[in-house]
């Protein structure tokens, strides 16, 4: 009876390591200006749901150092889990960078309380717009799932740092830049065309002055042009978010031996 509490207890304990390391990084639960204690108890509670699923694993070790391994496997498991999501998110940075160097925003960054980081004006308001439309279509609950999900293809003391890990990891960092660059294409496109044609006007008007012109032009045509794709943005947005969670299902299965 007691060594079957012990299992139990070992278990809630390897459970609760998986959920909280998710929050560590992951793009809603890993904010800093999210409490600590809040985190702590939203993974302690969760725990509480899913554990008793698991209770009857039996975990097998020799030592404390065997111990600890299984430990750090488990945390790596939800830290892997969060960066893929947060890389898909990070797309959106990315893209506001993009979009605040071509109509002359580079220069304005702002500090975000939120991560602590100086993040791009766009892009800030990009990744603020995508979650909450993320948490609005209760992507945070897929999230939990898709952890929960981990178990039956990454069970308890199952994770392996295979090469296929390490390709599809850097395949999804690559990947997040195209995206980026696929969010950016219409804006840059207006950009491009509008200094093309202000190209055109210097030539015929020598005695314009196009700088002074072509600044707030650039800057009014890009916040235009942000301004009329923002209606569809939200399939891109279920895009972005069908894509995190495929990457999520393809990364979970590399990180077992096949």
Known sequence: MFETLINQFIVFLLVFIRMTSLFVISPIFGRQNMPSYLK????????????????????????????TLIIIKEFFVGIIIGYVSYMVFSALYV?????????????????????????PLIGN????????????????????SALVKSYSIIPINSLS????????????????????????FPIIAAVLISEVAL??????????????VGLPLKIAIGLLSLLIILPG????????????FAYISIIMESMVKG
């Not at 979009?99 to 702002?110: A, R």
């Open 40 to 67: 702590v108890g939203l993974a302690l509670f969760t725990t509480f749901i899913i554990a008793p699923l698991f209770s009857h694993i039996s975990i097998e070790y020799n030592n404390l150092i065997d111990f």
């Open 95 to 119: 893209a506001g960078q993009i979009i605040d160097t071509q109509i002359g925003f580079g220069m304005v960054n702002v500090l975000d309380p939120q991560s602590n980081i100086h993040v």
């Open 125 to 144: 308001f990009l990744y603020i717009f995508a979650i909450l439309i993320f948490l609005m279509a209760n992507g945070h609950h897929i999230l939990f």
């Open 161 to 184: 740092f295979t090469e296929g890990l390490t390709n599809n990891l850097i395949a999804i960092f690559s990947e997040s830049f195209l995206m980026a660059a696929k969010i950016a």
């Open 199 to 212: 190209g055109i006007l210097a030539r015929t008007v020598p005695q314009m002055n196009v700088f002074i």
């Open 233 to 244: 943005f939200s399939s891109i947005l279920d895009y972005l978010f069908d894509t995190m």
